[in-house]
């Protein structure tokens, strides 16, 4: 019976002079947490610089979030490369609320949204400059998927203007003045509908009717359209050649115009484009690096740049050279 007392573990040795030191005696020893800083408190920075050769503009756009990502605090400015008065404007922007403040007229254009008893949509819109805005209130009609708006300015100057929202579309009827000082009732609408494999879609404005067909599968886009009551009619056309090629073009019969443009995507980041407008009779090229569809912050390595060639039709030997680059920096 002495094997199992043989294999026991040795007594614990004693303990040390650091471990019988009394808990807030120990504690002391370990150095406090630094502190945060400004810098390192800060909410991150999103920093964008546009620059346009063709209008010789500069533009900086300056984002970050504030109160703990409640809103989005937002420094645009402008300015050309040939000198001149920049311009700026800052906006707060939140869910239901925003301020946008031009700092050179010093107006400023706020809009709000809030949700009232039941399913009632209130919006809101005011300019300082101007001393307009505008109140618009929406609801649901019952269980249907139908909405009905009524938008009045403020200060009022006639009858509040009624929308009527439904899934295929929506009509708006608005009291409109003419040149005579004579005011009538004018109807505005647009209403979409699935015809023929494709999309068929309606557009009334103004006395004038648009009338537009879209027929679209992996490889082949097809677009009619009939404008009302002139008759202008015109067609486009896009065929995708290859998973990497594709041709577009665009005729009108009423003018004779024409437009075609070729598209190869060489790899993910790089895009070509070649053009021609017989409107303008010009032909154009340019190359496209990062995502020229997408948005800057999903464009690779935060960057977007346009090179492009226009060759007028008149005047070969004088063509322009347009670089557009878009950059963004996060801090």
Request: proline share 7%.
């Given at each position: 019976m002495?094997?199992?007392a043989?294999l026991?573990a040795?007594?614990?040795?004693?303990p040390?002079?650091?471990?019988?030191?009394?808990p807030?005696?120990?504690?002391?020893?370990?150095p406090?947490?630094?502190?945060?800083g400004?810098l390192?408190g800060?909410?991150p920075?999103?920093?964008?610089?546009?620059?346009?050769?063709?209008?010789?503009?500069?533009?900086?756009?300056?984002?970050?979030?504030v109160?703990n990502?409640?809103?989005?605090?937002?420094l645009?400015?402008?300015?050309?490369?040939a000198?001149?008065?920049?311009t700026?404007?800052?906006?707060l922007i939140a869910r239901?609320?925003?301020?946008i403040?031009?700092?050179?007229?010093?107006?400023?254009?706020?809009?709000?949204?809030?949700?009232?008893a039941?399913?009632l949509h209130l919006r809101?819109?005011?300019?300082?400059?101007?001393?307009?805005?505008?109140?618009?209130?929406t609801?649901?009609l019952?269980?249907?998927?139908c909405?009905?708006?009524?938008?009045?300015?403020?200060?009022p100057?006639?009858?509040?203007?009624?929308?009527?929202?439904?899934?295929?579309?929506?009509?708006?009827?608005?009291?409109?003045?003419?040149?005579?000082?004579?005011?009538?009732?004018?109807?505005?609408?647009?209403?979409?509908?699935?015809?023929?494999?494709?999309?068929c879609t309606?557009l009334?404005?103004d006395n004038?009717m648009?009338i537009k067909?879209?027929y679209?599968?992996?490889?082949?886009?097809?677009?009619?359209?009939?404008?009302?009551?002139?008759?202008?009619l015109s067609?486009?056309?896009?065929?995708?050649?290859t998973?990497s090629?594709?041709f577009?073009?665009r005729?009108?019969?009423?003018t004779?115009?024409?437009s075609?443009v070729y598209k190869?995507?060489?790899?993910?980041?790089?895009k070509?484009?070649?053009?021609?407008?017989?409107?303008?009779r010009?032909?154009?090229?340019?190359?496209?690096?990062g995502?020229?569809s997408?948005k800057?912050?999903?464009?690779p390595?935060?960057?977007?740049?346009?090179?492009?060639?226009?060759?007028?039709?008149?005047?070969?030997?004088?063509?322009?050279v347009?670089?557009?680059?878009?950059?963004?920096?996060d801090?």
């Open positions: 002495a094997a199992p043989l026991s040795p007594p614990p040795p004693p040390m002079e650091e471990d019988v030191l009394t807030h005696v120990a504690a002391s020893r370990n406090p947490p630094p502190e945060r400004f390192r800060r909410p920075i999103r920093v964008t610089s546009e620059f346009d050769s063709e209008h010789q503009l500069f533009s900086h756009r300056i984002s970050c979030r109160l990502g409640l809103a989005k605090l937002r645009r400015l402008h300015h050309g490369a000198g001149g008065a920049p700026s404007e800052v906006a239901n609320f925003s301020a403040v031009d700092t050179a007229s010093r107006g400023a254009v706020l809009r709000g949204t809030a949700d009232l039941g399913s809101a819109a005011h300019n300082t400059k101007e001393g307009q805005g505008e109140v618009a209130v609801t649901n019952g269980d249907s998927p909405k009905i708006e009524l938008a009045s300015l403020v200060p100057n006639g009858l509040p203007r009624a929308t009527l929202m439904f899934p295929n579309g929506e009509i708006s009827v608005k009291e409109k003045k003419l040149d005579e000082g004579e005011k009538i009732l004018s109807v505005n609408g647009i209403v979409k509908s699935h015809v023929l494999s494709g999309v309606a009334y404005n004038m648009n067909y879209l679209k599968d992996d490889e082949l886009s097809f677009i009619p359209s009939l404008t009302l009551p002139s008759n202008s067609f486009g056309f896009k065929r995708q050649l998973p090629d594709k577009s073009y005729y009108h019969f009423d004779n115009y024409w075609a190869q995507k060489a790899s993910k980041h790089v070509w484009k070649a053009g021609y407008g017989s409107n303008e010009l032909g154009w090229a340019s190359v496209w690096v995502d020229a997408g800057t912050k999903e464009a390595l935060k960057t977007k740049v346009q090179l492009m060639v226009k060759v007028p039709q008149d005047n070969i030997r004088n063509p322009t347009v670089l557009r680059v878009k950059k963004r920096w801090f």
